[in-house]
Structure formats: structure tokens, C-alpha cells
């Protein structure tokens, strides 16, 4: 059983940055490849970024290129998403996610483990 949680998140003015960290434990963090998802209010849940379990490869949704990195410590059992020239649209709750493979899916349904989630808000 994976446990992960999240920190980071807060409050930020449009086009400012924030570093959300996934904190994991309880297995072999490099079993997984880990994701983030996020989910605004009245929405659904929606796929931002991955990366595999070695870090060798990432993707990201359209919506957050150029402006989001995603890059994991496999020492330290933890992943990172970079989010830099926030915008209002992107305010809701973060997830990080684990899927036990190599290359990590963009597929919500897909994945096993989930964070309690961090809230970030972007004020305009």
C-alpha cells in the first residue's frame, strides 16, 4: 500500500510560482511511474502532468506546457510539479497518483494511489 502526500500549495498572484512535493512511502517508490491531476470546483478531475519511474520521460497537458515541470527524486520518494506564470484557471486541488509501471498514463482511472490533495488558488 503507497501512501503519498502533498504540500505546497497556497495562494499566488497571477503570473507568480509555486513547487508543489509528493511525499511517498510504503513501497518502492521506483516501481511507479506518479502523476498529478487537479480538480476545480463543479468540475471533473483532469490529468496535468507524469513522468516515468526513472524520470527519463514526462508529459504534460496542453493547458500547462512551457509553464509546468514535473521531475521526481527516487532518494528522496518524491515528485515535484514546477508551476510557473500562474493563471486564474489554474486554481483547484492538486493530486499527485501513483500507477505501478514504467511510463505513467494520463488516464485518471488508471492509477492506484492517490494524495489527499493541496489546494492552490491563483487571485488575479
Known amino acids: 500500500q503507497v501512501q503519498l502526500v502533498e504540500s505546497g500549495g497556497g495562494l499566488v498572484q497571477a503570473g507568480g510560482s509555486l513547487r508543489l512535493s509528493c511525499a511517498a512511502s510504503?513501497?518502492?517508490?521506483?516501481?511507479?511511474?506518479m502523476g498529478w491531476f487537479r480538480q476545480a470546483p463543479g468540475k471533473e478531475r483532469e490529468f496535468v502532468a507524469a513522468i516515468s519511474w526513472n524520470g527519463g520521460n514526462s508529459n504534460y497537458a496542453d493547458s500547462v506546457k512551457g509553464r509546468f515541470t514535473i521531475s521526481r527524486e527516487n532518494a528522496k520518494n518524491t515528485v515535484y510539479l514546477q508551476m510557473n506564470s500562474l493563471r486564474p484557471e489554474d486554481t483547484a486541488v492538486y493530486y499527485c497518483?501513483?500507477?505501478?509501471?514504467?511510463?505513467?498514463?494520463?488516464?485518471?482511472?488508471?492509477?492506484?494511489?492517490w494524495g489527499q490533495g493541496t489546494q492552490v488558488t491563483v487571485s488575479s
Open positions: 510504503g513501497g518502492t517508490f521506483s516501481d511507479y511511474a
Open positions: 497518483a501513483a500507477y505501478r509501471g514504467r511510463y505513467a498514463p494520463s488516464r485518471t482511472y488508471m492509477y492506484s494511489y
